[in-house]
Each structure stands twice: as C-alpha cells, then as structure tokens.
C-alpha cells in the first residue's frame, strides 16, 4: 500500500502541467495550504452522518451549522445569482 | 492563522485540562475521524503511527474494531477532554472561526493520513460518543453501509473544480462596445438632436443589456462544458451550491461548484481534460469568459452517501 500512495504523488507531480492548479491532496500529510472554502465544504456538509449520539446535538442542530458558517463566511447561506451585483457594466 | 501558530495556546489548555479530569479519568469523550477497511495486520501496522488527530486530545487516535470479531472494519477514534469536546464548549469553540479552522484542517488531516493505507469512509467534524463502547456499538449498527461506500470508493478520487465567470475580461468586453458606441456617432447624434435622445438612450440601454446577457450566457456556457467533459470521465458528480461574493469576491461570480469521483487511473485524463478546456477557451477570445479552479485529489468526501449523485 506503501507503494501506491508514492505511486499517487509521482503521478500527480509529472501529470500537473502547471495550467492545472492542483495541491499534492491529502496523501501529502500537510493539511496547511489545503484551501479552507473547499475543506469546510466536504468537512461539514458531507461525510456519512451517524444517528444516536452526541453527534446529533453537534452536527445537526441548524442553528449551530448556521452561526458556524455565517461566522467564517465560508460558505453562502443562500443560492446567490450569478450577477446579482448587475454585472460588469 | 496557521495551526503551528495555535499550537503552544492549544497545549497549554490542554496541559489544564489534563490537571483538571485528571482526578475523573472518565472525563473523556470519543471522537471518530471515519471508518476503514483492512486486515488485523494492515491495522496493527498502521494504528499508532500512521494517522494524526486533534493536538489537544487525552491521547493518540487509535482503531476500535467494529462489528464481529474479524469483520475487517474499524473506526479510526481519539479520545478527547469532555471539558473541550462537550456540547456546550464545542459550541462555544466552533463559534470562534480560528478554532474551527483549526479543527477541520485536524480532523480532515486525521481522515486523510488514514486513507494513505486504503480507502475510508469519512465522517463529519465532531462525530463525538460518550465513550468507546458506544462508538463501537454505534457504528456497528452502519458495518453494511460502510462496506458498501469503501467498495465505492477504493482506487477513487474526489477532485473539486469551481468555475468563476471572468469579470475582468467582461469589463473589457463591455468598454470596446462602449467605445464602439461613440465611434459610430450615436452618442454625438444623442447630443446634438434633442428630439432623438431618448430612443438613442433607450438603444443604448438595451444594446448594453444584451451584450451583457449573450456575456453571461456565454459563460454559463462554458461552465456546462466544464461539467459535461469531466462528467465523461467520472463515475459519479455532485454539484454544490456556488459560493457567494462575500467568499468569490464582488467581480468574480463563481458559476460552477462541482466536485468528481474519479478513477486514480483517470488523473492523467482528468488533468489533459482541464488542459485542453482551459486552452480552448483562451483561444475563443482574447480573454477567456471564465476562471477555472481545480483541488484535489481529496478523500472523497463527497461521495461516500449512499446514492450519492446529484
């Protein structure tokens, strides 16, 4: 398995050709330089959500996901329309 | 602010809390990262060393086996301070956005450091039990849907790519057919004539709306491009909602959040496909409508309900 994760970061280091912006991605083992917006994407609203504990009362009262993602504005609470500012005239 | 530089505050909180539950040893809570596949050997070899965790916890992650005994599942866990990780203080801790910063780059360094050995299912931030056993007489319950997401997963890769509508190049488009306009003497006829001003305002105004709606739809187009062309070579997709201005910035309107379930066989192609698009677009004016962003490869975090697609 050892080998596959070296396989993983070489392929990656002779595939970008630099028009692509790609990180080394977790195998790296350096979660710093990972872009904040898209963690917080996939670390609080994804994953597999377990029923019956604690979890429920952290993960899944609306108003704690809501004041978490309104205080690092991270992610939109709504679905903002593309140019709702007008546009660039 | 970066973790190292939390680092010193957080374990001298943590050294407090230790004097404090270290008088109540059952004052700890355990959190899960996600859950994993593998043999008795794979998981001895990679238990102490491999992943990583919360810097403020009571001690290393470490596996709790799930189900039956040899049913080849485990929770990759931490035991954490009940004084850090109960509801109320991690509340109060999540509200503070370095500390929530701090724990996702954490948690996700924890779920990524595990899936260096095989594939894994992750879980979200602060999956949180009172205690081992009811972690494990939890998660035991889910040991099908869990075998069914890794056999999904294995030999995958997530990969996000945004798409941003490219205002600086719209701004630009928009002042050429400004200066078109006065070129063509429309604005000095406007000026000149009193009588024709306002049909020459309202042509004006109307040129302008359509040139901004053909920009838009253009972009708009290209996005579905994007998603169509790496679409053709993942096995599965999810669209997100964009994120806003306050996050994009005023003039850069994101207009494709997507995210990819590919092969790791497919990340040459995946790459060439980003490539060609981008060069593509390039050629078709003299600024590109859109911006595109690609991260990755991620554990994929995106897909591992079941179901999935969007």
């Given at each position: 398995m050892g080998a596959l994760l070296v396989r993983r970061v070489g392929r990656l280091g002779v595939s970008a050709d630099g028009r692509v912006v790609a990180w080394?991605?977790?195998?790296?083992?350096?979660?710093?330089?990972?872009p904040l917006v898209d963690l917080l994407d996939r670390v609080l609203a994804t994953g597999v959500v377990i029923e019956g504990d604690l979890v429920i009362a952290i993960a899944e009262v609306p108003l704690v996901r809501l004041s978490l993602r309104a205080l690092l504005a991270s992610v939109s609470d709504k679905v903002p329309a593309p140019w709702d500012d007008g546009g660039p005239l | 602010m970066s973790i190292a530089d939390l680092a010193p505050a957080r374990k001298a909180a943590a050294a407090t809390v230790t004097g404090i539950a270290g008088s109540d040893r059952g004052e700890t809570l355990t959190c899960v990262f996600a859950v994993r596949g593998g043999g008795e050997a794979l998981a001895a070899s990679a238990s102490a060393s491999a992943c990583a965790g919360y810097?403020?916890?009571?001690g290393a992650p470490y596996l709790l086996p799930l189900g039956e005994s040899g049913s080849g599942l485990w929770a990759v866990a931490q035991d954490v301070p009940a004084a850090r990780y109960a509801e109320q203080a991690l509340r109060e801790r999540l509200a503070d956005h370095t500390e929530l910063e701090a724990m996702a780059r954490m948690h996700h360094e924890a779920v990524s450091s595990s899936a260096a050995v095989g594939p894994v299912v992750p879980l979200p931030l602060a999956t949180l039990f009172t205690d081992r056993d009811r972690a494990r007489e939890t998660l035991s319950q889910q040991v099908t849907r869990f075998r069914a997401v890794l056999d999904r997963v294995r030999g995958r890769e997530e990969w996000a790519v945004k798409v941003y509508a490219n205002a600086a190049a719209n701004a630009e488009a928009a002042a050429a057919a400004a200066a078109n306009e006065g070129a063509s003497g429309t604005a000095k006829a406007t000026r000149t004539t009193g009588r024709v001003s306002g049909s020459a305002y309202l042509d004006r105004v109307r040129s302008r709306q359509r040139d901004r709606q053909a920009r838009q739809d253009a972009a708009l187009a290209c996005a579905a491009r994007v998603d169509d062309a790496i679409r053709a070579l993942a096995v599965d997709a999810v669209r997100r909602r964009p994120h806003g201005p306050d996050i994009t910035g005023r003039?850069?309107?994101?207009i494709l959040n997507a995210a990819y379930l590919l092969d790791v066989d497919r990340t040459d192609e995946f790459n060439a496909a980003i490539a060609s698009i981008k060069a593509g677009e390039a050629g078709e004016a003299e600024r590109a409508p859109i911006e595109i962003e690609v991260s990755g490869p991620w554990v994929p975090y995106s897909f591992v309900e079941s179901g999935g697609s969007a």
């Amino acid at each position: 398995m050892g080998a596959l994760l070296v396989r993983r970061v070489g392929r990656l280091g002779v595939s970008a050709d630099g028009r692509v912006v790609a990180w080394r991605g977790p195998d790296s083992g350096a979660p710093i330089g990972v872009p904040l917006v898209d963690l917080l994407d996939r670390v609080l609203a994804t994953g597999v959500v377990i029923e019956g504990d604690l979890v429920i009362a952290i993960a899944e009262v609306p108003l704690v996901r809501l004041s978490l993602r309104a205080l690092l504005a991270s992610v939109s609470d709504k679905v903002p329309a593309p140019w709702d500012d007008g546009g660039p005239l | 602010m970066s973790i190292a530089d939390l680092a010193p505050a957080r374990k001298a909180a943590a050294a407090t809390v230790t004097g404090i539950a270290g008088s109540d040893r059952g004052e700890t809570l355990t959190c899960v990262f996600a859950v994993r596949g593998g043999g008795e050997a794979l998981a001895a070899s990679a238990s102490a060393s491999a992943c990583a965790g919360y810097s403020d916890a009571a001690g290393a992650p470490y596996l709790l086996p799930l189900g039956e005994s040899g049913s080849g599942l485990w929770a990759v866990a931490q035991d954490v301070p009940a004084a850090r990780y109960a509801e109320q203080a991690l509340r109060e801790r999540l509200a503070d956005h370095t500390e929530l910063e701090a724990m996702a780059r954490m948690h996700h360094e924890a779920v990524s450091s595990s899936a260096a050995v095989g594939p894994v299912v992750p879980l979200p931030l602060a999956t949180l039990f009172t205690d081992r056993d009811r972690a494990r007489e939890t998660l035991s319950q889910q040991v099908t849907r869990f075998r069914a997401v890794l056999d999904r997963v294995r030999g995958r890769e997530e990969w996000a790519v945004k798409v941003y509508a490219n205002a600086a190049a719209n701004a630009e488009a928009a002042a050429a057919a400004a200066a078109n306009e006065g070129a063509s003497g429309t604005a000095k006829a406007t000026r000149t004539t009193g009588r024709v001003s306002g049909s020459a305002y309202l042509d004006r105004v109307r040129s302008r709306q359509r040139d901004r709606q053909a920009r838009q739809d253009a972009a708009l187009a290209c996005a579905a491009r994007v998603d169509d062309a790496i679409r053709a070579l993942a096995v599965d997709a999810v669209r997100r909602r964009p994120h806003g201005p306050d996050i994009t910035g005023r003039h850069r309107p994101q207009i494709l959040n997507a995210a990819y379930l590919l092969d790791v066989d497919r990340t040459d192609e995946f790459n060439a496909a980003i490539a060609s698009i981008k060069a593509g677009e390039a050629g078709e004016a003299e600024r590109a409508p859109i911006e595109i962003e690609v991260s990755g490869p991620w554990v994929p975090y995106s897909f591992v309900e079941s179901g999935g697609s969007a």
